[in-house]
């Protein structure tokens, strides 16, 4: 695993102490995960805005819907007996 030295603040220094003698976790392993959700918090608000940006469309989001009407019927609605 390769590092990289990143410059914090002295505040968030102890923060991330106290969490890894919280958790037992390592520092490294702390940051990977805050970081990994703030890149998934920020693709899902872009998913989000691109979704809305969709909806206020009417043409474009009566297209949607008519793809997601024709997807409807390839999908079984009961179980077989």
Excluded: C
């Amino acid at each position: 695993m390769s590092t990289s030295t990143v410059r914090v603040s002295e505040e968030a220094k102890e923060t991330l102490r106290r969490l890894s003698a919280q958790t037992g976790r390592k520092p490294g392993e702390l940051i990977g995960e805050a970081v990994e959700r703030y890149h998934r918090e920020l693709f899902l608000k872009d998913a989000d805005a691109a979704f809305g940006a969709l909806r206020a469309d009417e043409g474009a989001w009566a297209e949607e819907e008519g793809e997601r009407a024709a997807w409807e019927g390839t999908l079984p609605n009961r179980l077989e007996k």
